[in-house]
């Protein structure tokens, strides 16, 4: 069965440093997500993407983040200077089409922000 | 984007049925309901999804009554290894799709 991949499973940095966080969705599939959860808490949703542009996104989703789909299997979260309260657990998720509905979700990287 | 209430927990045993319910008082006329398993440390998992009357697939059913109100995700059956959170979600299958998670319901089947 096709699945969402993300790399790497744990990072640890330094407060102030620039992390990215890789997926590759689904082949195919045309609708891309980040989410977050901070332990204990919620799952947080982040940013949509489709057709090489941000969809949605959400109020954390502030100039600190960026997506991008560099090639035609990757696509990455980038946080330009983390803070403590960046450490989360961020998932990624893939749609397949405008008619379907279910996100498939990665097994996430979990930041660890020091 | 409608409010969902479901219970923080519930215990149950190997074997039994188990149902958990989601009040969605404010659910819009063109939102879904659907249904994500959490296991710890893991991404949520796609379980059911229905707009009205009741669906089922190999792994539960959902019964949404006529006024859509709330819903009822079934799990026929458990075994130790559906211990997990289960979040209800509601809401359009628009272009967009994020999905707004709650706090979710924290199964724990015991042996």
């Known amino acids: 069965e096709p699945e969402v991949t993300q790399t790497p499973s744990h990072q640890v940095t330094q407060m102030g440093q620039e992390v990215i966080l890789r997926c590759v969705p689904i082949?195919?599939?045309?609708?891309f997500y980040w989410y977050r959860q901070i332990l204990g808490q919620k799952v947080e949703f982040l940013v949509s993407?489709?057709?090489?542009?941000?969809?949605?996104k959400s109020e954390i989703f502030d100039d600190q983040f960026s997506v991008e789909r560099p090639d035609g299997s990757n696509f990455t979260l980038k946080i330009r200077s983390t803070k403590l309260e960046d450490s989360a657990m961020y998932f990624c998720?893939?749609?397949?089409?405008?008619?379907?509905?279910?996100?498939?979700f990665g097994p996430g990287t979990r930041l660890t922000v020091t | 984007l409608a409010k969902t209430t479901q219970p923080i927990s519930m215990d149950s045993y190997e074997g039994q049925e188990v149902n958990i319910t989601c009040s969605h008082n404010n659910i819009a006329t063109n939102d879904y309901i659907t249904w994500y398993q959490q296991f710890p440390s893991q991404g949520p998992r796609f379980i059911i999804q229905g707009y009205k009357t009741k669906v089922t697939n190999e792994v539960a059913s959902l019964f949404i009554p006529a006024d859509r109100k709330s819903s009822t995700l079934s799990l026929p059956r458990v075994s130790l290894s559906d211990t997990a959170v289960y979040y209800c979600l509601v809401g359009g299958n628009n272009a967009g799709n994020m999905l707004t998670f709650g706090g979710g319901t924290r199964l724990m089947v015991k042996p």
């Open positions: 993407f489709y057709n090489n542009e941000i969809s949605e």
């Open positions: 082949s195919n599939h045309l609708y």
């Open positions: 998720a893939s749609r397949g089409g405008y008619a379907t509905y279910e996100q498939y």
